[in-house]
């Protein structure tokens, strides 16, 4: 029973504790990380989320330990939702801009809405 009990004791001393005023950072990263992970399908949500769940889990961190299981999946969520919402971001963007027939639908949608064409538009305000 001695040896349980000493094994258990070195069992939990290698888990790295989470600090009683770090734990709402650490709970904080892991759900903005998982934010950012589902919100990455409409882009430029994700990319704040993701940014912050970074930032409460580097707020955690102190010098010669380790950061709890929590953080590094709230950092690991959160740098694959930043990476895909900016990845959908710029791949959008790119889409919108050189496909012929996104630019006919954004001209017509301009002509509904301010009876002028895009270009139209966009030189009155430049």
């Known amino acids: 029973m001695d040896y349980n009990q000493n094994q258990n004791n070195e069992m939990n001393q290698n888990i ?3 600090d009683p005023k770090y734990r709402g950072l650490s709970i904080a990263s892991m759900v ?3 934010c950012s992970l589902v919100l990455c399908c409409t ?3 994700s990319i704040p989320a993701g940014a912050l ?3 409460f889990a580097l707020l955690t961190r102190k010098r010669g330990q380790r950061m709890n299981n929590m953080c590094v999946a709230g950092i690991w969520l959160s740098c694959v939702g930043l990476a895909l919402g900016i990845f959908i971001t710029v791949s ?3 889409t919108v ?3 012929p027939s996104y630019m006919n639908m954004l001209d ?3 002509q509904q809405m301010y ?3 895009m270009e139209e538009f966009w030189q009155s305000y430049l």
């Open 16 to 18: 790295p504790q989470i």
């Open 32 to 34: 903005c990380g998982i």
């Open 43 to 45: 882009g430029l949500l």
């Open 53 to 55: 769940g970074i930032l």
């Open 92 to 94: 959008s963007i790119v």
């Open 97 to 99: 801009f050189t496909d």
């Open 108 to 110: 017509q949608m301009y």
């Open 115 to 117: 009876g002028v064409d």
